[in-house]
């Protein structure tokens, strides 16, 4: 009997240690719980910048957000960092092509590299234009794109009548006195002197009625020489050059001001180079330059030229001028062709043009700031050159920046600043 009871009071004592023990165990596994519940963190694994203390589902691409113990530390961090800062794994780094910068200061000589378009200088460009009203009768083998000499005949068109026929007279009247007092006996060369200069005053007032009506002084002197009446004015070429433009065919009638031709010495050309607002401080008058294109085969010297360079609205450029000589007539009207300006810049910053976000109203950098973390930073820049930058105002030198996948980096920085509104 004994031993019943002894046997029963072990079993009851064992029976409540075991229920003893199970009742803190289970309260200790709740708190265990609900700490881990508190420090649990759920993130997005496609976004890992959004995070909430409860599951549920990625507001950006749907998925499920996954659980991120530990993080409560890394969280209060986060929200310490400046608004705006994203974070991106290493992994995720790589996988969108995100590339890291140190921003530098650079001096020193560097190329500006631009277009151009060539041009035929005006100072010698001559338009051959018509004097007076008529129709053309002749027209010599002469067309765009040839080369003429001085005072070679081009066209000729019936001159007016009889304007023309009594200038003439009036003409060949003058020339006539002129020999006869050139003429005179020796005794009365003081009234032979006057004589001639007035009759040779009077032969240029003459000349220069013709010359209205578009005779040229080569046709004047043809026609001095051999003292008949002719018909027709003859159209000729006022200097040796191209032909840029011919207006004219048989039998056209024109009224005065019409353009026959139109003709430029092509030794010497212009260049429109196109330059934006901010390289123009870099482009200075009287500077040397290097112009290229694949018909020359080489590069050759140019010069800016002091003229004001002049904005084109279609492009929303300036149109800096420069001159230079054209060897063989490589350079060609309308051509386009490189340009190249040595420029000295001082030291300053310079980021790659890939670097900066331009969002139209500021211009963003993002800078590391250790982690993954990137903090978007405003800044200021001045010139730009080729793929090149010069920050003035909001980066420091030897500070690590985005210069690829930005674009990527300001969606997520963006889509996380939205998320927290």
């Given at each position: 009997m004994k031993r019943i009871i002894a046997a029963t009071a072990i079993a009851f004592s064992l029976a409540a240690g075991l229920f003893a023990g199970r009742t803190w165990w289970t309260h200790r596994a709740g708190v265990t719980r609900e700490s881990a519940h508190a420090g649990t963190v759920y993130t997005c694994p496609m976004h890992p910048d959004y995070r909430r203390d409860q599951p549920a589902d990625c507001p950006i691409c749907g998925m499920h957000l996954e659980p991120q113990r530990g993080s409560g530390a890394a969280g209060a961090a986060s929200r310490a960092l400046p608004d705006g800062t994203v974070h991106v794994s290493a992994e995720r780094q790589q996988t969108i092509g995100v590339r890291l910068g140190v921003v530098s200061r650079v001096?020193?000589?560097?190329?500006?590299?631009?277009?151009?378009?060539?041009?035929?200088?005006?100072?010698?460009?001559?338009?051959?234009?018509?004097?007076?009203s008529g129709w053309i009768r002749r027209v010599e083998s002469v067309n765009t794109g040839d080369l003429v000499k001085a005072d070679q005949m081009l066209a000729s068109f019936l001159a007016p009548q009889p304007e023309f026929d009594s200038a003439q007279q009036m003409y060949y009247t003058g020339l006539e006195m002129l020999y006869r007092a050139s003429a005179q006996p020796q005794p009365q060369q003081r009234s032979q002197s006057h004589d001639s200069a007035r009759a040779g005053a009077g032969i240029e007032r003459i000349a220069d009625g013709l010359r209205n009506m578009g005779v040229s002084n080569s046709q004047l002197r043809e026609m001095a020489r051999r003292r008949e009446l002719v018909q027709d004015i003859q159209v000729v070429a006022p200097a040796d050059g191209v032909v840029l433009k011919r207006g004219v065919s048989p039998g056209l009638r024109f009224d005065r001001g019409f353009e026959f031709y139109r003709i430029a010495d092509l030794n010497r050309v212009w260049i429109l180079a196109d330059v934006y607002r901010d390289q123009l401080p870099f482009v200075r008058r009287g500077a040397s330059a290097r112009i290229t294109t694949p018909e020359v085969g080489r590069s050759l010297p140019a010069?800016?030229?002091?003229?004001?360079?002049?904005?084109?609205?279609?492009?929303?450029?300036?149109?800096?001028?420069?001159?230079?000589?054209?060897?063989?007539?490589?350079?060609?009207?309308?051509?386009?062709?490189?340009?190249?300006?040595?420029?000295?810049?001082?030291?300053?910053?310079?980021?790659?043009?890939?670097?900066?976000?331009?969002?139209?109203?500021?211009?963003?950098?993002?800078?590391?700031?250790?982690?993954?973390?990137?903090?978007?930073?405003?800044?200021?820049?001045?010139?730009?050159?080729?793929?090149?930058v010069q920050v003035t105002k909001g980066l420091s030198a030897g500070e690590r920046i985005v210069i690829s996948g930005t674009f990527l980096v300001d969606s997520e920085s963006r889509m996380k600043a939205a998320t927290n509104q």
């Open positions: 001096a020193g000589t560097r190329v500006l590299r631009t277009t151009g378009r060539v041009a035929p200088d005006e100072s010698r460009t001559y338009p051959v234009v018509a004097a007076v010069a800016v030229s002091p003229s004001e360079p002049v904005f084109d609205e279609a492009a929303l450029t300036l149109k800096v001028r420069l001159e230079a000589a054209n060897p063989n007539l490589v350079l060609k009207p309308g051509m386009f062709i490189d340009v190249e300006f040595p420029v000295n810049f001082p030291p300053t910053l310079v980021v790659p043009a890939d670097a900066i976000v331009d969002s139209g109203l500021r211009k963003t950098v993002f800078v590391e700031c250790g982690e993954g973390n990137f903090v978007p930073r405003v800044v200021e820049t001045g010139w730009r050159n080729g793929g090149d």
